[in-house]
């Protein structure tokens, strides 16, 4: 019951907590969806670092990177907020699909609109506010420095991983959801997530 009850909390912190006490560090909360990646500057690529705070052995943390869902490109994290690890380039306009990978299953981003036993919560944050994206040029929405997300795995493991833009060379590179729900359905979303994982727990 305890861990029902942290769950419960967590899905709460993640949904109803930003609209209510929104700072100018909170921008944006999804559900799963792929991530595109925003070239700031004239380089051409985007340097993107990911950092995990809990994600268990037994699973592996990877991407499929625009649509090619033939080859899982592994990740390596580490939970030390002193390390970068998960260093990846890519290039303005990549379409970027995070996955959990248990060594049967893959549980990507996008795949939480269709599959039911998992779920993904994602905290857009760090709006880029200066400089215009040179890739894609015709780029208008908001993007942003990073993203936290939130597995809620089928086994019940909850899995929290920060994907930020490399704070040495940041400039105005970032990154952004592919789809956004409409801000009414956030709060449903995570009552929907809670009444979910309760129904699961039965």
């Not at 995070?98 to 549980?107: E, I, M, P, Q, V």
């Not at 420095?145 to 939130?150: E, G, P, T």
């Amino acid at each position: 019951m305890p861990n029902i009850i942290f769950r419960i909390l967590v899905l709460f912190v993640f949904t109803v907590c930003p609209l209510l006490f929104s700072g100018p560090s909170w921008a944006l909360l999804t559900a799963g969806t792929q991530l595109i990646a925003i070239d700031g500057d004239v380089d051409k690529n985007v340097t993107v670092a990911v950092l995990s705070a809990e994600v268990p052995s037994d699973y592996t943390y990877g991407y499929f990177l625009n649509g090619d869902y033939s080859t899982f490109n592994p990740v390596p994290l580490t939970s030390d907020p002193t390390l970068q690890a998960g260093i990846e380039n890519f290039q303005g306009g990549d379409t970027i699909d995070f996955a959990l990978f248990n060594g049967t299953n893959y549980y990507t981003l996008s795949g939480d609109a269709s599959d039911s036993s998992y779920a993904v919560l994602m905290d857009w944050m760090n709006p880029v506010t200066t400089g215009a994206p040179q890739q894609p040029a015709d780029w208008t929405d908001p993007y942003y420095q990073m993203v936290d997300i939130a597995w809620f795995a089928p086994d019940g493991t909850q899995i929290s991983v920060e994907t930020a833009i490399d704070l040495d060379s940041l400039l105005n590179d970032g990154v952004a959801p592919a789809s956004v729900p409409e801000p009414a359905t956030l709060t449903l979303l995570g009552s929907g997530l809670a009444g979910l994982w309760l129904w699961r727990r039965k």
